[in-house]
C-alpha cells in the first residue's frame, strides 16, 4: 500500500484507520477481527493494492490462507453501505474483485487470486 492512503477496517462497533507505517495499526486490525468472530463487517478501501486489501480482508478479518498471482495489478476502491454478514464477506470480495479484473479461486482450502 502506498504511503498516506488511508486504510479502514470494522468490526462490530470499533473502527480502526492507520498506514503501513503504523504498526500499531496493523495490530488493532488483527485484534478486531478477532473481536467480531460471528459478528457484522464493514470495510472502507481506497484506492489499495489489491494485495494489500486481500490481507485485510481473507488473512486479518475471515483468518484465510490464500496466494495473489504476482501478474495481478490492481487498485481497489470499495466501501460496504454498512455491515454485512461474515457469510456474505467472500461473495462481497469476490464481486469487488471482478470489477478490477480479479476473479478468486478456493483450491483445497486455499483461496488464489489470478487474473481474469
Not at 12 to 40: F, L, S
Not at 81 to 102: D, F, K, M
Request: without cysteine.
Amino acid at each position: 500500500m502506498a504511503q498516506g492512503q488511508p486504510r479502514s477496517v470494522r468490526s462490530a462497533a470499533q473502527t480502526v484507520i492507520g498506514t503501513p507505517t503504523n504498526p500499531r495499526a496493523r495490530q488493532t486490525a488483527a485484534d478486531a477481527a478477532g473481536n467480531a468472530e460471528g459478528g457484522d463487517v464493514t470495510f472502507n478501501f481506497s484506492n489499495l493494492d489489491v494485495r494489500e486489501v486481500l490481507r485485510e480482508v481473507l488473512g486479518d478479518q475471515l483468518g484465510l490462507s490464500y496466494v495473489v498471482d504476482p501478474k495481478i495489478q490492481a487498485s481497489i476502491t470499495a466501501q460496504t453501505g454498512g455491515p454485512i454478514p461474515r457469510s456474505a464477506v467472500v461473495p462481497t470480495l469476490e464481486n469487488i474483485l471482478r470489477a478490477s479484473g480479479v476473479a478468486l479461486v478456493q483450491t483445497g482450502g486455499v483461496y488464489r487470486a489470478v487474473p481474469l
